[in-house]
C-alpha cells in the first residue's frame, strides 16, 4: 500500500522556520515527482513547490519563493519542505503528494494526511 | 498568471447527472486533472489527463476538455458523492494551477 505520512507541523512565531517531513512507503520513490500542497483553513487548494525525480527541476509557488526550500532524499525515501520567514498566511494544512510521473508536470495520485502549521504569536 | 475558475456550488437530486466546469484562457490545451476532497480528509484524484479514471474510480465519473472549458460529468449521482471538486493543470507561467473548488451537494 502506497503511504504519505507528513510530520513537522506545530505553532509557530511569525518570522521563524519549520521543517516538515514527508516519509513515504508502498512505491519506488526516485521514480516519481513530489510535491507540497497546502489548504488554509475552509479554503481550496493551493500548489506550494514542486521537485522532479532526481532533483534536477524545482519550482515554487510565487507566494513562497525565496522563503521555501523544497528537497529529498532518495536514499530515505523522503521529501522535504524547509520553511523560513514564516508569515501568518502561510497557515495552513501541508499535504504531501505523489506526482504520477518523474517530471513535476502531471496529476498528483496520492496524496498524505498532512500536517498542520499555524503560525501565530 | 494562469487562472481557473470554477462554479462555487453544484447541487442536484440523488440519480441526476452533475456536471462541475472548470473554465480557462484555451484550456483544450492543456491537460486537466480533477480531485474530490470530502470534509477531513485528503483530496482523491478521480480523473487525469481530461478523461482517464485512476483505478478504482467508477465509470460514472468522466471528463471532457474543449475551448476554454474542461468538465467533470458525475452521472447517476449519489448521497456519498458529496464532496468539494478541484480542477488541476501545468501552465509554465505558475506551474501547478488549482480550481476555486465546487461544493457538490446531493439533495
Known amino acids: 500500500e502506497v503511504q504519505l505520512v507528513e510530520s513537522g507541523g506545530g505553532l509557530v512565531e511569525p518570522g521563524k522556520s519549520l521543517r516538515l517531513s514527508c516519509t513515504t512507503s508502498?512505491?519506488?520513490?526516485?521514480?516519481?515527482?513530489m510535491h507540497w500542497v497546502r489548504q488554509a483553513p475552509g479554503k481550496g487548494l493551493e500548489w506550494v513547490s514542486g521537485i522532479s525525480w532526481n532533483s534536477g527541476s524545482i519550482g515554487y509557488a510565487d507566494s513562497v519563493k525565496g522563503r521555501f526550500t523544497i528537497s529529498r532524499d532518495n536514499a530515505k525515501n523522503s521529501l522535504f519542505l524547509q520553511m523560513n520567514s514564516l508569515r501568518a498566511e502561510d497557515t495552513a494544512l501541508y499535504y504531501c503528494?505523489?506526482?504520477?510521473?518523474?517530471?513535476?508536470?502531471?496529476?498528483?495520485?496520492?496524496w498524505g494526511q498532512g500536517t498542520m502549521v499555524t503560525v501565530s504569536s | 498568471s494562469y487562472v481557473l475558475t470554477q462554479p462555487p456550488s453544484v447541487s442536484l437530486a440523488p440519480g441526476e447527472t452533475a456536471t462541475i466546469t472548470c473554465g480557462g484562457d484555451n484550456i483544450e490545451y492543456k491537460k486537466v486533472h480533477w480531485y474530490h476532497q470530502k470534509p477531513g480528509q485528503a483530496p482523491v484524484l478521480v480523473l487525469y489527463?481530461?478523461?482517464t479514471r485512476p483505478s478504482g474510480i467508477p465509470e460514472r465519473f468522466s471528463g471532457s476538455n474543449s475551448g476554454n472549458t474542461a468538465t467533470l460529468t458525475i452521472s447517476r449521482v449519489e448521497a456519498g458523492d458529496e464532496a468539494d471538486f478541484y480542477c488541476?493543470?501545468?501552465?509554465?507561467?505558475?506551474?501547478?494551477?488549482f480550481g476555486g473548488g465546487t461544493k457538490l451537494t446531493v439533495l
Open positions: 489527463d481530461d478523461n
Open positions: 503528494a505523489k506526482d504520477i510521473f518523474k517530471s513535476w508536470d502531471h496529476a498528483f495520485d496520492v
Open positions: 488541476h493543470v501545468w501552465d509554465p507561467s505558475n506551474h501547478e494551477v
Open positions: 508502498g512505491f519506488t520513490f526516485d521514480d516519481h515527482a
